[in-house]
């Protein structure tokens, strides 16, 4: 489970913090403030999308700096993602659309992945590395992040509805070795963003069938509980 875990945030892209509750003037991404703090919980669901018990894993994340000067950009944000018993760093920025930016790193290589929350343009981006496949022999990992608006939306936090944006994310992922495909797949999941509030607040993978096993793989929901800023 922890493979579908890591796989939701990779493809869960963050938003930017502005301190105030979004209404529906104003849909534009706004820059994060340092300290803030949002609360989540994860579980997984069934092919009926029901809560699956003794699943859930509570988690933070908080914005640890701002207009840091990283990897060629300025204004790069960093957040520390907190489990119980794991952390990680992460860093975004946004581009003159206003769009968000979040660096992906697959083996040696690096792109910065977009999600249109404020242009609406779906988006494409890639990212490939080497990889080796057996002695003497060696492919490439392929990563294609795709982004398209899903709509708006309002979602309730902490009792009040706040409107929030839509996107349906995919990931591709396949190895190429000697012009042939191998070990390709597919996964989708519709992300709920809060612009002003500056993150995702609503992730849902659902449950797929796996032709190859004949068994339901459980789908997962990731959910913005609460938020503090400074």
Known sequence: ???????????????CDGGSVLGPESMR????TIGSVFYYEGYEIDRFDSR???????????VLSADTILFGKSDVYVIRT???????IEYFAINDEFDILRRMTLGSS??????PITSLAETNDTIKTTIDLAPGKRGTLEYMYKHTYFGDQSFALDTVQVSG?????????????????SNAGVDESID????????????????RYDERTG?????????LKKHTSQ
Do not use: C
Request: proline fraction near 5%.
């Open 52 to 62: 699956i018990p003794g699943t859930t894993r509570e988690f933070t994340s908080v």
């Open 215 to 223: 068994k339901w793989v459980n789908g997962y929901v990731i959910r």
């Open 192 to 207: 709920h963003y809060l612009p002003s509030l500056g993150m995702l607040a609503h992730s849902i993978m659902h449950a």
């Open 165 to 181: 944006r839509k996107f349906r994310s995919t990931l591709k992922y396949q190895v190429v070795s000697s012009g042939q495909i």
């Open 29 to 32: 991404t706004k820059f994060p």
């Open 1 to 15: 489970m922890q493979y579908i875990v890591m796989l939701i945030l990779t493809m869960m892209l963050w938003g």
């Open 82 to 88: 907190q489990y119980p018993d794991t952390s990680f």
């Open 110 to 115: 690096s792109v910065w992945v977009t999600v």
